[in-house]
């Protein structure tokens, strides 16, 4: 094993038409707040984005300010202001480090994009209870804070097998939000243009799958801190055709790294699947820490979740409702078994990264005894990390480096005697 470090990982050229892209984005989000021209509706992750940019609304997401404030390593000083008014160190530290950052008036996003003072003033807060309550409060306390109107969708969780009923629930609840949101941006709704954006939408997923899933070739050509990045236009943008045309470019790159034989880790030799959130924080070093251990993170279930098979531009409201309730997430341990089974196999993993994201329940699979039933079907092993999304104070540099290092000789260790 080299184990020391050295940078092994290769940057992808794409990503500077992706800044580009998410440029655009942000300084037209800012217009639109700043000149009134366009209304302005915050929405969850994995919310209706569809139905609001049909509707004509600029759509933010204040989950991607949470990312970067943990990517820029703003969130942990900010945490504590929002602990301050009462919202606990123990939930969610997107939303913790996202209420401290307005409290203190910064943004990352004024050092990123010149000119920018703030985040866009919401004019409506849409959330989506499919990935967790904390989305719920989040958005309560801006509504509160902001003299906003807030509009809630309720999903079934844990759900096994997505039946009609569930589909049918969600299906009412976009179908109920048209005219209240019609009311505050002055546009009706064009059943035309829904389908044009779902369209969208699904293309960007395909397109985003696609990329994800190049991933399968030996060695892969790009690897999950890469995937943290690149996944920016398939949250924000999904439903603009600027997304499409940016994963056409990254496509386009990462098939002449097939072709060459160009793996984003030099000399990889172990492919690892990470299941849970990213360490914002972490990134580079942890890219840099597993390339010097010739290893590479092939593929997550984070950065799948942007994947949403079931938009059909034909049946928009049932579509979205079924590709918003089949996510990982929404799951039963079971599916969500059966699902990383077909990942293991799919990307050829040699073994399976858990992180317990300490202030992510949602997003942390470990505590209930899936890393040992899925060692036991699989056959590979699996480690634990503890850290958490944002939250810098609940992770260790050390803990992980050591864990990680005994966990890759541990792999040497099965494929010498497999030989
Ligand atoms: S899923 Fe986790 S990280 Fe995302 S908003 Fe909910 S609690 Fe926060």
Redesign the pocket.
């Known amino acids: 094993m080299s184990g020391q470090e050295k940078p092994k990982f290769k940057k992808l050229e794409s990503v500077k038409a992706m800044k580009k892209v998410m440029a655009d984005y942000f300084y037209e989000l800012d217009e639109a707040a700043k000149t009134g021209k366009q209304k302005v509706a915050w929405c969850t992750s994995v919310g209706p984005a569809e139905i609001l940019r049909a509707m004509g609304f600029a759509v933010f997401f204040p989950?991607n300010h949470g990312a970067m404030l943990g990517a820029t390593r703003m969130a942990t000083e900010l945490i504590p202001e929002a602990n301050a008014v009462g919202y606990s160190p123990d939930?969610?530290s997107?939303?913790t480090a996202d209420v401290g950052a307005y409290l203190k008036g910064v943004t990352p996003l004024s050092k990123a994009y010149p000119g920018i003072e703030s985040v866009p003033k919401p004019d409506v807060l849409v959330y989506n209870t499919n990935?967790?309550r904390?989305?719920q409060d989040?958005f309560n306390w801006y509504g509160r804070h902001l003299n906003v109107p807030v509009i809630g969708v309720y999903t079934h969780r844990n759900i096994g097998r997505v039946q009609e009923t569930h589909i049918r629930s969600v299906a009412a609840q976009f179908k109920a939000m048209v005219e209240p949101l019609s009311d505050i941006s002055g546009n009706k709704m064009d059943p035309a243009e829904l389908s044009r954006v779902v369209g969208l939408s699904r293309r960007c997923s395909d397109l985003w799958k696609e990329v994800l899933e190049t991933a399968t070739a030996v060695p892969a050509p790009l690897n999950f801190f890469d995937d943290t990045i690149h996944m920016g236009p398939a949250v924000v943008l999904r439903g603009d055709p600027r997304a499409n045309e940016y994963y056409e470019i990254l496509l386009k790159e990462l098939k002449e790294r097939i072709e060459q034989g160009v793996g984003s880790v030099d000399g990889e030799k172990f492919r690892l699947y990470w299941e849970g959130?990213p360490v914002w924080g972490k990134l580079r070093e942890h890219s840099q820490m597993f390339a010097s251990l010739d290893t590479c993170v092939v593929a997550s279930t984070y950065c799948n979740s942007w994947i949403f098979e079931a938009f059909d531009p034909d049946d928009p409201y049932n579509s979205m409702a079924r590709a918003y309730t089949e996510l990982f997430?929404v799951r039963s341990d079971d599916e969500k078994e059966k699902y990383i089974e077909r990942m293991a196999d799919l990307f050829k993993i040699d073994g399976i990264l858990y992180h317990d994201a300490k202030?992510?329940p949602?997003?942390t699979n470990n505590r209930y005894g899936m890393p040992e039933r899925l060692e036991e079907k699989l056959g590979i092993p699996s480690l634990t990390i503890q850290g958490d999304?944002n939250d810098l104070r609940l992770y260790s540099d050390e803990q992980a480096r050591t864990a990680v290092q005994a966990f890759i000789e541990q792999l040497e260790e099965r494929k010498a005697a497999n030989k």
Do not use: A, H, R, S
Request: proline share 0%.
């Open positions: 989950e939930i969610c997107y939303l990935q967790c904390d989305v989040w959130m997430i202030t992510c949602n997003n999304l």
